[in-house]
């Protein structure tokens, strides 16, 4: 009886052990696919759906291809909410959208973490292809500009966090995308990053060379067209305070955004049905203004702010918001946010 029992346990404990590496392979079932290549219709997610909590990461290249735009890294590491799945993009490489940026960004699946905690994350880009160095923590008397130098044109980019320092200002942020010609080698901030002042901002903010474009390589905006620069007029939340309304004889005439534009409709309290769109038709060029209060609705998120003053084409007229004002989406933010006709300009 004693053998025998001795026997049963011994095979319980073998039993036991026999499922261990089971379990370890069950557990990495979870993580996103990393494959691309795919259609809409066969894009998997794995076990992501809304509510899935993920760290997001930067991501990798796919054939040439990373998807992959300088102001989102502002969110590496960062915990985030899945809100939607999102299809894939041009490489076949399937996405989400995220709260924790208000689902502005297509965040690939490959490249994201599961859970909260701390989540292995791609280091920081190698320096470009036009030998911008990326390096920080360098010595204050022989900093590092590479192809950076007075009088060189270069498009401006939001700092990347570097051991937790991103040396950033919200006011900065209006310039982002922008081309700007360096005035001054400004050497390096406090964790080692070299940088420089440029004429864009009257030289007031230090940009960080690692965070740089060549102005050769032009700048992001519908239709590659460059980015309007900011005149530091508040006023009317930026708006031209020459446009008149729309059908009471006058043309637009000149502002903020230049000469020769056209104003568009003004009216609210409209509906579908008697909705005016003016000017405004798919494919129009626009420049974007911020939307003023209407009954003291400004339909506005701060997320929106970035492309006030930019110029993009109209992909879609919604017809009318809840204060009654016609909308459109257009191409810049690939449709996100609904723009108030009467806060745009046709040039």
Same mark, same amino acid.
Do not use: K
């Given at each position: 009886?004693?053998?025998r029992s001795a026997l049963?346990t011994? %095979?319980? &404990?073998v039993?036991a052990?026999?499922m ?11 993580r996103p696919?990393?494959e ?12 992501? =759906? ?10 990798r290249f796919v054939?040439g291809d990373d ?5 989102m890294a502002r969110?590496l590491?960062?915990?985030?909410? &899945?809100?939607?799945?999102?299809g @894939?993009?041009?490489a ?5 959208r995220v $709260?924790?940026? *208000? ?12 859970g909260t905690?701390p989540q292995?994350?791609?280091? %920081?880009? %190698?320096?470009?292809a036009t ?5 920080c923590?360098? $010595? =204050?008397m022989r ?10 044109e270069v @498009?401006?980019?939001? +700092?990347?966090? @570097? $051991?937790?320092?991103d040396n ?6 209006q310039f ?5 010609r360096v &005035?001054?080698?400004s ?9 420089v002042? @440029?004429?864009?901002?009257s ?7 690692r965070?740089? #474009? ?6 992001? *905006?519908?239709g590659?067209g460059?980015l309007?620069a900011?005149?530091?007029v508040?006023?009317? +939340?930026?708006?031209?305070?020459s446009?008149?309304a729309?059908g009471s004889?006058?043309g637009?005439? *000149?502002?903020?955004f230049?000469?020769g ?6 009216e609210c309290?409209?509906?579908?049905a008697?909705v005016?769109w ?8 626009v420049t974007? *203004?911020r +939307?003023?209060? &209407?009954?003291?609705?400004d339909?506005w ?7 006030v003053?930019?110029q993009a084409r109209?992909q879609?007229l919604?017809g009318v ?5 016609p909308v459109v989406h257009?191409d ?9 006709? #009467?806060d745009?300009?046709v040039p």
């Amino acid at each position: 009886m004693i053998a025998r029992s001795a026997l049963f346990t011994l %095979a319980l &404990v073998v039993s036991a052990l026999a499922m261990v590496p089971l379990a370890s392979a069950q557990s990495t079932e979870g993580r996103p696919p990393q494959e691309c290549g795919m259609t809409e219709e066969a894009a998997r997610y794995g076990a992501l =759906e809304p509510g899935t909590v993920v760290t997001l990461q930067r991501h990798r290249f796919v054939s040439g291809d990373d998807n992959w735009d300088d102001q989102m890294a502002r969110w590496l590491g960062r915990a985030a909410r &899945v809100t939607r799945l999102s299809g @894939v993009d041009a490489a076949g490489c399937p996405g989400i959208r995220v $709260d924790v940026d *208000g689902g502005q960004w297509f965040w690939r699946v490959r490249d994201l973490g599961i859970g909260t905690g701390p989540q292995p994350r791609a280091e %920081a880009r %190698a320096p470009s292809a036009t030998g911008i160095p990326q390096q920080c923590r360098q $010595d =204050e008397m022989r900093p590092n500009y590479g192809p950076i130098s007075t009088g060189t044109e270069v @498009v401006l980019g939001r +700092h990347r966090m @570097v $051991d937790g320092d991103d040396n950033w200002a919200d006011e900065m942020q209006q310039f982002v995308g922008r081309r700007a010609r360096v &005035v001054e080698l400004s050497g390096i901030d406090g964790v080692g990053c070299p940088g420089v002042r @440029v004429d864009i901002d009257s030289r007031q903010w230090f940009w960080r060379v690692r965070d740089l #474009r060549l102005g050769s390589g032009g700048d992001a *905006g519908a239709g590659g067209g460059g980015l309007v620069a900011s005149t530091g007029v508040s006023s009317d +939340h930026g708006r031209p305070a020459s446009v008149v309304a729309w059908g009471s004889g006058g043309g637009g005439g *000149g502002g903020l955004f230049g000469t020769g534009g056209s104003a568009t409709p003004q009216e609210c309290g409209l509906t579908d049905a008697t909705v005016q769109w003016g000017p405004i038709a798919v494919g129009a060029s626009v420049t974007i *203004g911020r +939307h003023r209060p &209407v009954n003291g609705d400004d339909n506005w998120s701060a997320e929106m702010d970035p492309f006030v003053g930019r110029q993009a084409r109209v992909q879609q007229l919604i017809g009318v918001d809840d204060q009654g004002c016609p909308v459109v989406h257009i191409d810049l933010d690939q449709g996100q946010w609904f723009w108030r006709v #009467r806060d745009l300009t046709v040039p």
